[in-house]
């Protein structure tokens, strides 16, 4: 008999999100469901560790195939625990993180816990997908997230890829009907123009708030995620994390 | 006559750390520095943004040619508070973040704060150097470091690189007689192979705690920047964000 699959699921915006308990449902199609997640919401919290302070871990629901911890530390963390600690006897066969609220399409998968955490997965070896959803509504509509995430979910794990693999896929808003069908992606160049927002506190004291938007370097590119985006195709960026820049290098190698 | 350099310091380890008052040792040499540091360690917090919590921005030091600041956010905040308010009307012509205590050679560029800062400066079309020790030790010698972070960051600002530019330099700890020279490497393979520690606090709730151990995945390969540094060398990476992974994204079209 085929040994059950074991799935591990995440997230950065924490474990009572909408977005996570979709996760939940696409992750267990495909098997029993170990999930690990922020006790808080964690969004723009990319790759890091907790170093200089001890974390808990709570058990906060359990069900046949599905049990469910909160831990309080980041995305990454959770990551870490499931594997090292959770998991550490057992074979992970999948890390699904997410359904973000929110896109992480762009330069945004540097700064999203959500793929900080699938990037995380996949330094253990573990095909590692971080789903997100172009909406950052807590009450987002996560049916066709739902539909195109167990079919790109189902396609990997039927797919026979080999080595290291982790994806980036972020879903338009849109209903399945409106979906055009699904793209494979590279990254689109831009960056984010912020501006803070500034005013006083009720003790007089000025504070800053971090807002921005988010500028696209080459909206024309057909084979950029945000293009598949705006035109309504679901986009899967596959992300490696070599930050050699390997052309400047030869430059450098001039000048040292 | 020309205009005097303006250059932007900033860290991970907070406003007192002595790694700071080493980078903007370096800095002042080359220009004037406007310095904007995280008001308590930041370690570990990677490419992490605040989007959830109001920030305090807080002049702590003036002198001629040196202001310094520091700032309740990432290091990553303190390079957008710089750009986009502090310095928005001015031209920074380059970015130093560091002097980190601790390495971030290898996949460390990933979870470090210093080279999240970094990372940050280059998106803003300004060339950007993240620089560490591999000491963790708060009281560590920063002499070397000192001696040839000026080095580098000369030849860069001389050596007429055009386009984005972000390096990751690390240095061993070793005199500078020790020191046999600068390579231009490539970022290793390896990961953090962890283990949490766990105890119970004074209330009798299990705690976790993260700990672990760099596994270097080619400790033979020269090119790199863990070999460079086991060997006494300065290691400089030229970094890029592209994450996207071109090989397996012709395998993906196959499959989608």
């Not at 899967?236 to 000048?255: A, C, F, G, S």
Request: one cysteine or more; glycine letters at 8%; a negative charge.
């Amino acid at each position: 008999m085929k040994k059950e699959r074991l799935i591990l699921v995440t997230n950065d915006d924490g474990y009572t999100a909408k977005g996570f308990r979709a996760a939940i449902e696409v992750a267990r199609t495909f098997g029993r469901v170990v999930a690990v997640a922020p006790e808080r919401t964690q969004s723009g919290m990319s790759q890091a560790i907790t170093m200089y302070n001890p974390l808990f871990l709570r058990k906060q629901h359990e069900e046949v195939g599905v049990v469910i911890y909160s831990f309080s530390g980041t995305p990454v963390d959770c990551v870490k625990m499931a594997f090292d600690y959770l998991l550490a006897d057992e074979q992970v066969d999948l890390v699904i993180s997410g359904i973000n609220h929110g896109s992480n399409a762009a330069v945004n998968v540097l700064y999203s816990g959500t793929m900080g955490a699938a990037i995380e997965g996949s330094f253990y070896g573990c095909p590692s997908i971080g789903l997100s959803l172009t909406d950052h509504d807590l009450d987002a509509d996560f049916n066709a997230a739902l539909h195109y995430g167990r079919e790109i979910v189902g396609r990997v794990l039927e797919g026979n890829l080999t080595g290291s693999l982790c994806l980036n896929v972020n879903f338009p808003v849109a209903t399945i009907d409106q979906i055009r069908g699904i793209r494979v992606c590279r990254q689109t160049d831009g960056y984010w123009k912020e501006e803070f927002y500034h005013h006083e506190d009720p003790r007089g004291r000025e504070y800053f708030w971090l807002t921005g938007e988010f500028i696209n370097r080459e909206p024309e590119a057909e084979d950029t995620d945000e293009w598949a985006l705006a035109n309504n195709y679901v986009a899967i960026v596959p992300v490696q994390v070599d930050l050699t820049d390997y052309r400047r290098k030869k430059e450098l190698e001039q000048l040292f």
